[in-house]
């Protein structure tokens, strides 16, 4: 199982970027998918989730109206618009796969599958 990140980069504030997740030889289907990030100097966390169960999103109080988790039809890729990206944004973000297709809570220990990060950086 292979998770792929894509779609990250250098943004200014108040930008929008899209990150893609895509998994390498499988689908994504039954799997609920989340994104995690880290900042520099701090520990890792959840940005939000999509579960397979029946569709339902979560999002982290601090992306909560900027960002937006979906998937495709095929359950192939899942993605996270992340709009009027602010600083405190910057970091690593990173997919994650939860072979129980719940997604949540989202804590790191839950999730059976990870990319290995790519980063998003948002100058001002």
């Known amino acids: 199982v292979q998770l792929v990140e894509s779609g990250g980069g250098l943004v200014q504030t108040g930008g929008s970027l899209r990150l893609v997740c895509a998994a390498s030889g499988f689908t994504l289907e039954d799997y609920a998918i989340a994104w995690f990030r880290q900042a520099p100097g701090k520990e890792r966390e959840g940005v939000s989730s999509i579960s397979d169960r029946d569709g339902t999103t979560y999002y982290a109080d601090s992306v909560k109206g900027r960002f937006t988790i979906s998937a495709d039809d095929a359950r192939r890729t899942v993605y996270l618009q992340m709009n009027n990206l602010k600083s405190e944004d910057t970091a690593i973000y990173y997919c994650?796969?939860?072979?129980?297709?719940?997604?949540?809570?989202?804590?790191?220990?839950?999730?059976?599958?990870w990319g290995q990060g790519i980063q998003v950086t948002v100058s001002s």
């Open positions: 994650a796969a939860d072979i129980t297709g719940w997604g949540t809570p989202l804590l790191e220990e839950r999730f059976d599958y």
